[in-house]
């Protein structure tokens, strides 16, 4: 019983949750604005590179396929703290939340132009050519007829990295972004408690659960039954 | 120009660091090959009681492990681990912390590419392997988890060179892994380029990985 107590009164101490409350929340704005900023620059620059290396000129596909790769390779966290820690000593200095916010972004965009082309190439041929054989222009075979078919083929592996990519927005705490997890680390030294700690955790539930339920929906209704 | 080079590209600097930072790769592939195989069997038992189990009660509860811990940043929970539990007066070794939120984290989304694997494999499967007279166990053992791994080969690769870039999280609770040994050299020479030869090292070390797997994924795509 007093180790219950003693659990309760660490990790749920009403207490401290009342005093910190405003911190946390006013953090969750940061996190869910941030999220939602990094997936539409993400998403946006990821299909605009997969538009291009449907083009099929190599001096454009190799530059993108190199951006990808590193991007895939090198952890957000390495990139974050390049833009923030190195990029002032050569005189590009940004704040905290836009370097969170571009390191995120072009993370995200690698991804999503990998997804998006290989949603291209998984097309057969001849939905393309029977398009410009109706005379649609290439651009309009693209935006009326691949994409919309690649996109839906890529939606289950997109909708998992934009929850994956905005959940890494926890990152932003390591350059002091004040985002949930960093105003709760900075609320439970001052109060000597990790109960805000707690209200972090519950907090990202609060926010990506749902969008875990609305990416599933999504997935099921836009899924094409053969 | 000189400006990049003197803090991106710092060759006296590379040369000093340099055994340093292998050290720090040492730290993190051991770290990775800690993680990965304890995530990989802790998926797989989440995977196998989410498809096999009998009772419901073990299966909504796997359910929302796995929700729970999908939407739960890994560094969150790695920071909850470490400075929240001193708080019970469990004194709990960085490394074992970070190991405790890896399996936490990794079992989850293991689980899920190995529940999709085993579902992946025809129901036929299972009957067919009893009626050769196997039990349930060996019908797993033999017949169903093989083929459901090798179905989500391209996705257990794709979550194993994750977890390995996710070791990185390891340097907020100041382990020396690669990330870390680099900040420190950073903040010690006030020079970006140690940081700049770990980018170098975990591209040399993952780009050949990420090559593989755009290889698979595409293969894949193209067969279905």
Not at chain 1, 97 to 124: H, K
Not at chain 1, 207 to 212: A, L, T
Not at chain 2, 14 to 42: C, D, E, N, Y
Not at chain 2, 111 to 128: D, H, K, N, T, Y
Request: proline share 6%; hydrophobic share 55%.
């Amino acid at each position: 019983m007093e180790s219950l107590d003693l659990f309760l009164q660490t990790f749920f101490n009403l207490e401290i949750a009342a005093r910190y409350w405003p911190d946390i929340l006013s953090g969750a704005g940061i996190t869910i604005g941030l999220s939602i900023v990094v997936t539409i620059t993400g998403l946006a620059l990821g299909l605009a590179l997969a538009l291009l290396r449907a083009l099929q000129r190599t001096w454009l596909s190799l530059p993108i396929i190199a951006f990808v790769d590193v991007m895939r390779a090198l952890p957000p966290l390495v990139i974050l703290i390049i833009f923030f820690f190195a990029f002032p000593l050569i005189g590009i200095s940004m704040s905290a939340f836009t370097a969170t916010w571009l390191s995120l972004s072009l993370v995200l965009a690698a991804y999503a132009e990998e997804s998006v082309w290989g949603g291209i190439l998984s097309l057969p041929r001849g939905q393309s050519e029977a398009a410009r054989s109706t005379g649609l222009t290439w651009w309009q075979t693209m935006t009326s007829v691949v994409l919309p078919q690649a996109v839906r083929i890529a939606l289950p592996p997109l909708t998992n990295r934009v929850i994956s990519v905005s959940k890494n927005v926890a990152l932003g705490s390591v350059v002091a972004l004040s985002e949930v997890l960093n105003n709760a680390q900075s609320a439970t030294s001052n109060a000597g408690n990790p109960t805000p700690l707690t209200m972090a955790a519950l907090a990202y539930l609060v926010i990506f659960i749902p969008v875990m339920f609305g990416a599933r929906r999504l997935e099921n209704r836009l899924q094409w039954r053969v | 120009m000189d400006a990049l080079l003197n803090n991106f590209f710092n060759i006296e600097i590379f040369q000093q660091v340099f055994p340093f930072l292998l050290r720090g790769l040492t730290v993190t592939i051991g770290l990775s090959a800690l993680v990965i195989p304890v995530g990989l069997i802790g998926g797989l038992a989440v995977a196998l009681l989410a498809t096999q189990s009998s009772s419901r009660t073990v299966r909504t509860l796997i359910a929302v492990y796995v929700d729970v811990f999908r939407a739960l940043p890994p560094l969150v929970l790695l920071i909850f681990i470490y400075f929240g539990f001193p708080f019970l007066n469990i004194d709990l070794p960085k490394l074992m912390a970070v190991a405790l939120g890896f399996l936490l984290n990794n079992a989850a989304y293991y689980g899920e590419i190995f529940r999709a694997g085993l579902q992946s494999v025809p129901q036929g499967q299972m009957e067919a392997a009893r009626s050769t007279g196997l039990t349930r166990r060996q019908a797993l053992v033999h017949v169903i988890v093989p083929q459901a791994v090798r179905n989500v080969l391209p996705d257990l690769l794709s979550n194993s060179i994750e977890v390995v870039k996710l070791t990185t999280l390891a340097s907020v609770v100041a382990l020396p892994e690669l990330l870390r040994v680099a900040r420190d050299a950073q903040a010690l020479l006030y020079n970006p380029s140690p940081i700049v030869l770990a980018a170098l090292i975990y591209l040399a070390v993952l780009w050949p990985l990420v090559r593989l797997l755009s290889r698979l994924e595409h293969k894949n795509m193209m067969v279905k």
